[in-house]
């Protein structure tokens, strides 16, 4: 996206027509290049040190080469491990994520909405972001229980202030020239905020979201890390206790590329109404 | 008619931004207000488009008073204010969200054919130049079919050579239904070529000072001796608007108050 905003004015006009076809192709050379410029380093690292171990180098006892971890991979996989702590861990995110989001949006949008209870609200609830999140664990364990609810609850908490932040100062920041023109148009209330207010608020919104998202992940490790049975979490844990490193580059791997995945998901589903924006980013602004 | 008796405006800050102004403005009338900056003539138009209300006075279209949004009053802005996330077209047909699609559509699509933007219907806002864009701003206005158009410094963030392709296009659009016009400038030529009447107002507070009919046929010649003449008049007008030193030229502000005396 940022490598076409250097094309100069009339290659942006262009690169709309037929034409341009030559031109468009090496933008979409360009556009491949890109993540693949960005493998080169991790997979030249894997790959060095797999021949590292390979030739003798090392031993890879604590830090195991790439076919060694993937061998654990495969391993948890067949015998049906993998699945359950996959399982477990993404419950308690997609639990904790949900009321994490559903209570920010909603508190974020009161507060952005109506000045009363942002006077009333924020200041407690920015007093309470302040507090990190981790000190609350052990009061969560007390009320809440050693299980699952505690770890939802801590989840939750992680993603409700990014996606409160994100609503509120969403709202707050809508251009209140382009509410008057909703106002000219005589809009009610509702279509005020379905026709104007949602769609410009929903850029921010959805990073919020993808940032929730990533503090929801943080949080389930801690979660899990304070007494689990399952989840990757415990596989983590458990391979530190029964010296596994492999095992916890495995769980590692996965968080990788579950949380990439789940990050991936918000992008796809949202790309179809932030079409707009993208093409800002395509045209480089537009004059 | 729009019928503005004794408009005024105090903000709640104590900015005392207009006082009493007066004027009738016929159907299908252009009426440009020129002024300096500080004179309330942006707070004039908002007041006429009941965006703000006036503190004191009252607004009426056709014997109803205005004190917010009316669906007869359109109104351009000095900025095109699309809304982003929709296309051209979905821009243009904004105000119509009431009828069915295919009337909207209909409309929409001779809008913009009207305004030489038929090849950018689908376009998004931020992939036109800024003419371009003020051109759908004022489609979007005009496509409700209002009776009245107001215009707030609409071409004062073009390029020189954009803003007389403008004007000149407004006037033909004006043309097809012949809406009343009420343009806030601070472009004397504009208001010129433009206007049946010029309204010259004063500041601090805000006030009419001088009222000026251009008795010219359109099209008009921005080169005629014509067209220099009145032009003079204006910029005449605003000097001495902005001097102190001379009375009100209004009678009906000033001279009225000198015989309550």
């Known amino acids: ?287 | 008619m729009l019928a503005l008796d004794r408009v005024g405006k105090t903000y709640p800050n104590g900015v005392h931004a207009l006082e009493r102004f007066s004027a009738d403005i016929r159907r299908g009338e252009i009426v440009a207000i020129i002024g300096g900056s500080g004179c309330g003539k942006s707070t004039l138009l908002r007041a006429i488009a009941g965006l703000d209300r006036a503190s004191t006075g009252t607004v009426r279209l056709d014997e109803e008073a205005i004190t917010s949004p009316h669906a007869k009053i359109g109104i351009i802005f000095q900025e095109p204010r699309l809304l982003p996330w929709l296309s051209v077209a979905d821009n243009i047909g904004f105000g119509l969200s009431d009828q069915p699609a295919n009337v909207r559509g209909g409309k929409v699509l001779r809008a913009l054919a009207r305004v030489g933007l038929a090849d950018k219907a689908k376009a998004w806002p931020r992939e036109l130049s800024g003419g371009q864009a003020q051109r759908v701003a004022i489609a979007r206005a005009l496509v409700p079919q209002p009776e009245v158009l107001l215009l707030d410094e609409p071409f004062s963030a073009l390029d020189a050579f954009t803003r007389r392709d403008l004007q000149d296009h407004l006037l033909d659009l004006w043309n097809d239904t012949r809406p009343t016009l009420v343009l806030v400038t601070h472009d004397v030529d504009e208001a010129v070529v433009l206007a049946d009447r010029v309204l010259v107002m004063r500041p601090r507070p805000g006030r009419l000072f001088e009222e000026i009919k251009i008795n010219l046929a359109r099209p008009r010649d921005r080169q005629s001796p014509h067209f220099d003449n009145f032009k003079r008049r204006v910029l005449t007008a605003l000097d001495r608007s902005l001097d102190r030193n001379v009375p009100d030229a209004d009678p009906k502000s000033t001279a009225g108050e000198a015989m309550w005396w």
């Open chain 1, 1 to 287: 996206m940022a490598m076409t905003v250097e094309l100069p004015a009339l290659e942006r006009t262009d690169a709309m027509t037929p034409k341009a076809s030559s031109k468009a192709s090496s933008a979409r050379l360009r556009r491949y290049a890109g993540p693949a410029l960005g493998l080169l380093l991790p997979v030249g690292l894997a790959m060095a040190w797999e021949i590292a171990v390979w030739l003798g180098y090392s031993n890879g006892r604590l830090v195991p080469p790439p076919t060694k971890i993937f061998a654990t991979i495969m391993e948890m996989a067949k015998s049906g491990e993998l699945s359950r702590h996959v399982s477990a861990t993404l419950s308690r995110v997609g639990a904790g994520f949900g009321l994490g989001v559903v209570a920010g949006t909603l508190l974020g949008a009161i507060s952005g909405y109506w000045d009363l209870a942002r006077r009333l609200l924020d200041p407690t609830v920015q007093a309470l972001r302040a507090i990190p999140s981790l000190a609350w664990v052990p009061l969560f364990i007390l009320w809440l229980g050693i299980f699952e609810t505690s770890k939802v609850a801590l989840i939750a908490a992680g993603v409700f202030f990014p996606v409160y932040l994100g609503v509120m100062g969403a709202i707050l920041s809508v251009d209140r020239k382009i509410v008057e023109v909703g106002r000219t148009f005589r809009l009610s209330g509702p279509a005020m905020i379905r026709r104007i207010l949602l769609p410009a608020v929903l850029p921010a919104y959805v990073v919020a979201l993808r940032v929730g998202l990533g503090l929801g992940w943080m949080f389930v490790v801690a979660a899990e890390l304070m007494g689990a049975s399952e989840g990757l979490g415990y596989l983590l844990l458990d391979g530190q206790q029964l010296g596994k490193p492999a095992q916890i580059l495995a769980a590692i791997v996965i968080f990788a590329i579950l949380g990439k995945t789940t990050d991936w998901l918000i992008e796809i589903v949202t790309a179809p109404l932030l079409r707009w924006q993208d093409a800002f980013g395509r045209q480089g602004g537009g004059g």
